[in-house]
């Protein structure tokens, strides 16, 4: 470097310098203005890839969405065979079958089977896997062995149930795990396929013979669906499926998704469930909802956007930021596929002093969203940005389309559904959203349910007289005063 070429490279290095620090100390010297949520961008337009569709020979269902930027392909499985198939007495008897699956299969144990995915460089479960393209065969080999010829070894099996009890003794030291218990047996009724939980007892009556028969009578090729997103072609992935999986007998059952209606809705009831010496109380507040299928969908989805579903929402900003009573409070609708019904309810950990004065606000925020308090616009806004300008990153990935995909099948969802997504919220008024409020959440027909330390939080929320107050067992039973 010359000496002239030295001094102008020193000048122009000065001037950066400069520049940066002038840059630096505006942004420093310019307010942080908070009073004001941030804007966002402009949702950009999203429409999801073609989803083509094949039938293999036994009627499995493929769909397919090409996509061949990277020789990469995933595939997912979905299967209709789940806790409402357990037999009487036998609950978790799905969840341990498909816990099971990876364990080995009649031509490869388990070991073999870690083996062959080093081999290929990449796991394959019996939900499915991603691959290469050049390895789309043998992951397709593996995935049809471990789904159709599970060998259910029975020291796998005794591993797995003792694994399952050990899990299930530390959730019911949960409180969040026994609200939902509370909550599903009270809304439901406790015979209700929705409030049956697996215990030590049904777990430690399973046997090898059980896991046998629920494969053979539910993973058949009529419950059966794939998924199948990448670096191939509909016909070609059909026929590589076809090769393995075309070969899964018929017979079986069919899976049903019917089930018995909810009890009827109760007056608003506090039903309390005591843990001595909890310094938090974990409250549910929730009711049945419709279907997956309603057309209430979209305002229901915007509704719960405002009410709770973020941590700018009304929920929490009361509950937490107004007030302190929480570290959190959320708001969820809970879908299942068709026609099962779902569930639209709000949670959070309240600091148990505080349970009456915040089930106050609570109610308070639920009379709000049907309508005493009317919408904002900036929240109408807001939320319609929220659910409809993120949505291509969540399909950024050939594994990410697959689930989400996936997903859509799960619930009985036609594939295209994302392709009209955004348009239906941003055509949404707030007064869809009251409407959707006043529909589905009646204040006056809700369960709470509280699980708290009785002593501590009973006399609070009996002197609310908002609501009878029920002493209620981890069943949801009423018990003894």
């Known amino acids: 470097m010359t000496t002239t070429t030295r001094a102008a490279f020193r000048r122009t290095l000065a001037a950066a310098l400069a520049l940066g620090a ?3 100390s505006a942004v420093a010297q310019t307010p942080l203005d908070r009073s004001h949520r941030p804007v966002a961008p402009p949702a950009a337009p999203f429409r999801l890839p073609t989803v083509e569709m094949r039938t293999l020979s036994n009627g499995i269902s ?3 969405i090409q996509n061949h930027q990277i020789p990469v392909v995933s595939v997912r499985t979905v299967i209709d065979a789940g806790g409402l198939n357990d037999p009487d007495g036998k609950a978790g008897l799905s969840a341990l079958v498909a816990a099971m699956l990876n364990e080995g299969t009649t031509t490869r144990n388990a070991d073999q089977l870690a083996e062959a995915f080093a081999d290929l460089g990449n796991p394959v479960t019996p939900q499915g896997f991603t691959t290469i393209t050049r390895n789309l065969d043998r992951s397709i080999e593996l995935l049809g062995d471990m789904l159709m010829h599970p060998a259910f070894p029975q ?3 005794d591993r797995s149930k003792a694994n399952t009890v050990a899990n299930l003794r530390r959730l019911r030291e949960q409180p969040g795990f026994l609200a939902d218990h509370v909550f599903n047996s009270v809304v439901f009724g406790a015979s209700h396929p929705f409030a049956r939980t697996p215990s030590e007892q049904s777990v430690g009556g399973i046997t090898r013979e059980d896991l046998v028969a629920f494969h053979s009578d539910w993973y058949r090729p009529q419950n059966v669906k794939l998924v199948v ?3 191939v072609t509909p016909d070609v992935a059909a026929q590589k499926l076809e090769r393995v999986l075309g070969a899964w007998p018929a017979g079986g059952r069919k899976a049903s998704f019917d089930v018995p209606a909810p009890r009827a809705a109760a007056p608003t009831t506090i039903y309390l469930l005591d843990r001595p010496n909890s310094p938090q109380s974990t409250v549910v507040v929730g ?4 279907g997956r299928d309603t057309p209430d969908f979209y305002a229901l989805d915007a509704m719960n956007t405002v009410y709770g579903g973020l941590s700018g929402s009304r929920l929490n900003s009361n509950l937490r930021e107004k007030h302190a009573f929480t570290y959190g409070a959320n708001s969820q609708l809970v879908w299942r596929r068709p026609p099962q019904p779902g569930t ?4 959070s950990d309240i600091v148990a002093a505080k349970t009456d004065s915040a089930l106050v606000e609570w109610m308070s925020e639920l009379r709000g969203i049907r309508g005493a308090r009317p919408i904002a616009p900036a929240e109408l806004s807001f939320a319609k940005d929220n659910r409809t300008a993120g949505l291509p990153l969540r399909f950024e990935t050939v594994s990410q389309m697959a689930q989400a995909v996936s997903d859509l099948i799960q619930n009985g969802v036609p594939t295209d559904f994302y392709n009209t997504y955004s348009e239906r919220i941003r055509s949404l008024s707030g007064d869809d959203l009251t409407a959707a409020a006043t529909k589905y959440w009646d204040p006056d027909h809700a369960a709470i349910v509280v699980v708290g330390d009785r002593k501590v939080v009973e006399p609070g929320l009996r002197a609310l007289h908002l609501a009878p107050v ?6 949801g039973n009423p018990v003894e005063s």
């Open 22 to 24: 002038a840059a630096t």
């Open 62 to 64: 493929v769909a397919v």
């Open 155 to 157: 020291v796998a099996l």
């Open 229 to 231: 997103v990448g670096d």
């Open 287 to 290: 009711t049945v909802g419709p």
């Open 344 to 347: 639209l309810r709000s949670s």
């Open 470 to 475: 029920v002493v209620v067992d981890e069943n």
